[in-house]
């Protein structure tokens, strides 16, 4: 196989991949251990950048790595830190310009199937707290009619 071949292959299965990690990352060490930095993404924001951040910082840093690394010889290693900053791209679209509107004037419409993401990431928001909460994926999400449903199980009613 080609090495541009290796390195288009890893790039879109990385990219479609890191949905799965985004998931795992966000349900088991986001909302577990590492909830003291995550929660800052759970209450109101009170400056430019919140601790959450620092996962943002610390999957660039992965990707660049891997793109220095992949440069030097290694096709694989090139396509996937390439496929982490094309998911990485999505979700800063829309997760922090879609949903949270980070960034004052830059807006994209909350419409058709980018309805469902902002949907499902607000309902991951009922909740303030590190358990209770629903949606745990970035990208893809079950319908908000089931996640309202997931909310009202959770919360006994």
Known sequence: MSPTLIVLCATIVTAIGMEGVAWATHRYIMHGP??????????????????????GVFFSAV????????????PALLGIGIGMAVYGLIYFLLHDILVHRRIPGLRLARLGPLK???QAHRLHHATRERDGAVSFG??????????KQDLRRIRGG
């Open 63 to 74: 990707s660049i790595i891997l793109i220095a690394v992949g440069q030097s010889g290694s």
């Open 116 to 118: 469902r993401v902002y």
């Open 34 to 55: 590492l909830w003291v930095l995550h929660k800052s993404h759970h209450r109101p924001r009170k400056h430019v950048f919140e601790l959450n951040d620092l996962f």
């Open 138 to 147: 970035f990208v893809w999400s079950r319908s908000p009619g089931k996640l």
